[in-house]
């Protein structure tokens, strides 16, 4: 799950934050509709918040293309939600652990000042940032229990993997592989996690593409972004 996280979802699976402080300062707007749904400016610059802490960097240091990248992920988000329909959030256990990992991302948050204010200079609340990590967990769970029965790595995809790549990999780099047997599991995992990504972005786009997606300024006839 990790892994799918980091990739797309890793990747993404965001639900907007709410009660931050910086939202104060935006004035709010419309940004993007999805299905009927609002996509607002300050849902937006939430997000970016929240991908930025997760990452150990500021908010104002993304590009323009990664803003929009994050407005694309909000957008993924939504036609998810509007599919799995999450229930309550994850267990508080799981949700602490997760926060534990994202503090660790911070150097000057080993103390509990420290850590508040690195939520501070965010933009965020130890509450609405545990909501957030809660619904993700959630949401990300309800898509694997989705896709993931649909997903078979027989042996020989393995096997395929082992000898075609990962031998070539290593003798490349001048290592020596470990057998099969070794590594089997571990290929077979990855191999899965691989598949739960294209599972994921084929099924995005074909929500996209059922879907009314426009700006502000589309007209009542247009249709996706």
């Not at 990790?2 to 797309?8: E, F, G, V």
């Given at each position: 799950m990790?892994?799918?996280?980091?990739?797309?979802l890793t990747a993404a699976l965001s639900i907007a934050?709410?009660?931050?402080?910086?939202?104060g300062s935006i004035v709010d707007r419309v940004v993007r509709s999805v299905?009927?749904?609002?996509v607002l400016q300050s849902?937006?610059?939430?997000?970016?918040?929240?991908?930025a802490l997760l990452n150990g960097r500021q908010p104002d240091s993304f590009t323009t293309a990664e803003r929009n990248a994050a407005l694309d992920r909000l957008i993924d988000q939504e036609l998810l939600r509007e599919q799995v329909r999450p229930g309550p959030g994850a267990p508080p256990t799981e949700v602490a652990a997760r926060l534990a990992e994202?503090?660790?991302?911070q150097p000057d948050s080993s103390t509990e000042d420290g850590w508040h204010a690195t939520l501070q200079r965010y933009g965020l609340t130890q509450t609405a940032l545990e909501k957030r990590l809660s619904d993700d967990m959630q949401l990300m769970k309800l898509v694997e229990d989705r896709l993931r029965p649909s997903i078979q790595i027989d042996q020989k995809a393995v096997e395929n993997y082992y000898h075609d790549q990962l031998l070539p990999e290593v003798t490349k780099a001048g290592g020596r592989a470990k057998p099969l047997t070794e590594v089997y599991?571990?290929?077979?995992?990855?191999?899965?996690?691989?598949?739960?990504?294209e599972l994921l972005t084929g099924w995005l786009a074909s929500l996209r593409s059922g879907s009314?997606?426009?700006t502000p300024e589309s007209s009542a006839g247009e249709g996706n972004r």
């Open positions: 990790k892994r799918w996280q980091q990739c797309a934050l709410a009660g931050v402080s910086n939202a299905n009927g749904h609002v849902d937006w610059e939430q997000e970016i918040a929240f991908e994202v503090r660790k991302l599991g571990r290929i077979k995992t990855l191999l899965a996690e691989k598949k739960m990504n009314t997606i426009r």
